[in-house]
């Protein structure tokens, strides 16, 4: 564990090397913080899934420094030493935040990992930096549509140049925009209204009011329409690396695609219309919150609820990383312990 490899270290040179080897700290990570190390593992530009070499086993390598890290940030929100800091500036309820940080970086911080984008139903895209809690740049419109309505509602950092894309809907329009430029990337027509909508770099997926769900290609080809649910969707959730897709519908359903297998399985226990959900196949893990006031652990793979418990509102976002479990409603959030499902902290905004 922990603190026997850091008393190993002390014995000896040999034993210290031993001690500092990414072997050892690197099964700690994934015992311990499975989904971020598996996180890094399944990124084919990460420099860290390639042994280091002997010479320089005396090294404090990465994945030591990644376990003192984040157990340090795991023991801070355990004994409640965070500060809580308030961004103001947008005027209506948020549709998506996405903070970028580079796990991969140990030594030195990233210029972006001190940023906060969030996009708001006041049609507004903000950059914050959480240093200062001062917002950096917005975007409102597409300034060469600038007589027409556009509608923001997906954001996504590319995999190939590290810019922020927007999506907006214009019309009967799909645009992806540079969200530092505000240039147009692409733009695709759109036949049908939507309910949900993720970008990724090389495709678009979006749920629409006709229930069932279009993955579409920058071409505009439809690579899979997946039918199922009876009622309009109200929530989408993709993960990229297993092709795994999960939806939550107003007929009170989560069904989990397999768009590689093209197989689907469907998670029934929630009595009103699924609000919001996420999930992380390498924890085999997915969390739903619920007009029903409650939010949900399921095993994936047997499909069936682990856990289950009731907060006092209509449950609005949900997220979680290898401690904890993240809600918001009726404006606070709550943190929980992943395992016991006990509420640990409450942030109001009153």
Known sequence: ??????????????????????????????LDFPSRCHRILSSSSSPLSQSPS???????????????????????WEK????????????????????????????????GSSILYSGSYDNSIRSWNLKTGQNINSLSRIPTLSSEATNFRSLHRSR?????????????????????????????PMATRTSGILLFDDFIIYS??????????RKGQVEHKLEGHSKSIRCIEYEQE????????????????????????????HTLSVSCLHFASSLNLLVSGSGDRTIRKWDMKRGICDHSVT??????????NDRFIASAGKRKIILWDIHSMESIYTISNK
């Open 160 to 188: 190939h140049d590290g810019a922020i894309q927007v999506l907006g809907l214009c019309r009967n329009k799909l645009k992806v925009l540079d969200f530092n430029t505000c240039e147009t990337i692409y733009e695709l």
């Open 311 to 320: 907060t006092d509102s209509t449950v609005g976002a949900v997220t979680f």
């Open 54 to 76: 002997r010479k320089h086993a005396h090294r404090t390598d990465y994945w030591k420094a990644s376990y003192k890290e984040w157990r340090r940030i795991a023991l801070n």
């Open 242 to 269: 297993t092709g795994m897709l999960a939806t939550g519908s107003l007929d009170h359903s989560i069904r989990l695609w397999d768009t590689k297998k093209n197989k689907c399985k469907v998670l029934t226990g």
């Open 208 to 217: 629409t009011e006709e229930n069932f769900v279009l993955v579409v290609n």
């Open 80 to 111: 409640k030493q965070f500060k809580v800091q308030i961004l103001k500036g947008h005027k209506g309820s948020l549709w998506q935040i996405y903070h970028y940080h580079d796990d991969d970086d140990d030594e030195e911080e990233v210029e």
């Open 1 to 30: 564990d922990f603190t026997s490899l850091c008393l190993i270290s002390q014995v000896n040179r040999p034993w210290k090397i031993y001690a500092d080897d990414k072997y050892p700290w690197k099964e700690r990570c994934r």
